[in-house]
């Protein structure tokens, strides 16, 4: 029994060396900033991947990412250790509110000679952030008359919780948050899950990417949802971004953020208009 416990990974503590270097390396690659409180709960999560690994300290853990330094293991690494908690129509105050000024929006980039929308969801997680945004977009273009072009960009660091972004089939608990009729008009209804449809899935594009590394796109875009990912970064790391959004938003577009996220002090472009939601002046 004590020979087991001595080998078991699930007994082993996260020693201060090595839970320093795994919070340097995932500070530096994805801008997330683990602080001590985090500690136990990366302990408890990395313990199942270290088994299957054959690895059975946290010591030898860091030798290995330190040997392979491979994009591929960390990436594995920050899928275990990040938080992807969302859900359809999240803080639905947002979608209310682009519900209301979409319309406008149109009508003013018609004017302007473009008839054209984009939409970045900057941390999309499992799609439903992308998707809600869809149906409010496909909803707001059976007001307006004549053709857009409509793109909405979805992007995640980590590429397990992408694909199932791009796979699109939720459990029928999940679907709870989608109304009845937007479920039946959005969605196919499989045995115990709904599948995205392909007229909502064809407007996103699921793509890999780590929001502060580098962008291979300009913009412009329309609207940016960064919610729920920078109250992981530390405050350089948020100001660093919101002025890369502010850079690609075209003038007069939003920036929406999480409830619990606030740009106090960070970028005087940007104006406040509802609680989370800003506009570039
Ligand atoms: C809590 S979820 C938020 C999902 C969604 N935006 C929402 O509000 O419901 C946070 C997401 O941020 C992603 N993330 C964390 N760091 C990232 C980075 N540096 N670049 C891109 N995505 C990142 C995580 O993988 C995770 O899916």
Request: charged share 25%; hydrophobic share 40%.
């Amino acid at each position: 029994m004590e020979e087991a416990e001595k080998s078991d990974i699930f007994l082993k503590p996260l020693h201060d060396a090595e839970y320093q270097y795994l919070r340097e390396l995932i500070y530096q690659y994805s801008g997330i900033n683990l602080h001590e409180g985090k500690r136990e709960l990366i302990r408890a999560r990395l313990c199942t991947h270290l088994k299957k690994l054959g690895i059975d300290s946290f010591r030898e853990y860091c030798n290995y990412l330190k040997q392979t330094a491979s994009a591929d293991e960390i990436n594995k690494l920050l899928n275990i250790l990040s938080t992807n908690m969302t859900q359809f129509f999240r803080e639905k105050a947002h979608f209310d509110f682009l519900a209301n000024v979409l319309p406008e929006m149109i009508q003013r980039r018609k004017k302007q000679g473009s008839a054209r929308l984009r939409l970045w969801s900057t941390a999309c997680s499992s799609g439903e952030e992308a998707y809600s945004l869809g149906i409010i977009v496909q909803e707001t273009l059976t007001e307006v008359s004549g053709h857009v072009d409509v793109k909405i960009l979805a992007t995640d660091i980590s590429s397990g919780i992408l694909e199932r972004a791009i796979l699109g089939k939720y459990s029928k608990e999940r679907m709870q948050d989608v109304p009845p009729h937007w479920r039946a008009k959005y969605f196919k209804a499989a045995r115990d899950s709904y599948i995205v449809d392909m007229p909502l899935k064809n407007l996103i594009q699921f793509r890999h990417l780590n929001v502060v590394g580098p962008w291979p796109f300009k913009g412009p875009f329309d609207i940016i949802f960064c919610r729920n990912m920078m109250i992981y970064f530390d405050k350089a790391t948020q100001q660093n971004l919101v002025e890369r959004f502010s850079e690609c938003l075209q003038e007069d577009g939003l920036l929406f953020l999480g409830h619990s996220e606030s740009l106090v002090g960070f970028a005087p472009n940007l104006k406040y208009v509802i609680p989370s939601v800003y506009r570039k002046v």
